[in-house]
């Protein structure tokens, strides 16, 4: 199966361990397959609580942390994503193989696809909070050039700060100065 890596697994499968409303992936899959799709596993991966901030950004945030991202997608590349490969029936190559995040995980999401596109082709960033990091998304995507076919899918919310739906189009438009093309993004609100 392909497989799909989400930050803030307490948010994704049950409403009682979420802080901000379940994501309901399980009963999306399940829906994907009742109409024929075999599906994906869902790898959901615990944020750490009050380490949150600093996990899910490579970057340092003056006044809210950061810093640990490279840690982070090290332990997913290198010890998490080995392990559920070698446990489970996956297929294991970079164009069966995504990220998943909404706001700090929309983040680390983006910059682990740019950072590691020999491991990620997919990535969903919603509501990114690209804020956090100033021009660091950015610039982190201009310097990654496109290795492969990708699919990019971004979404914001409509009454969202305006920013968010800004620096959404900032990032694509520096992955479209990386190489990547409009076929491999979509962004909707």
Not at 18 to 45: H, M, P, R, T
Not at 51 to 58: A, H, Q, V, W
Request: charged letters at 20%; one cysteine or more; glycine letters at 12%.
């Amino acid at each position: 199966y392909p497989v799909l890596y989400l930050h803030d697994a307490q948010n994704l499968f049950d409403n009682q361990t979420s802080s901000f409303g379940e994501w309901q992936v399980d009963e999306a899959l399940n829906k994907l397959f009742n109409q024929g799709d075999y599906g994906c596993i869902a790898i959901g991966i615990d944020n750490g609580g009050a380490k949150r901030l600093d996990e899910y950004s490579p970057w340092v945030n003056a006044q809210y942390g950061g810093g640990e991202g490279d840690e982070y997608m090290d332990f997913i590349t290198k010890t998490l994503k080995p392990y559920v490969d070698a446990t489970y029936r996956t297929m294991p190559g970079r164009e069966t193989t995504g990220l998943m995040g909404s706001s700090m995980g929309g983040l680390i999401s983006m910059y682990g696809f740019a950072d590691w596109q020999h491991v990620f082709s997919k990535a969903g960033i919603f509501s990114p909070a690209f804020w956090f990091a100033g021009t660091g998304p950015v610039d982190d995507v201009r310097a990654h050039p496109k290795k492969g076919d990708t699919r990019i899918y971004f979404l914001a919310g409509a009454k969202e700060p305006e920013y968010v739906q800004t620096d959404i189009t900032k990032v694509a438009n520096a992955l479209l100065s990386a190489g990547f093309t409009p076929n491999d993004m979509k962004f909707k609100v």
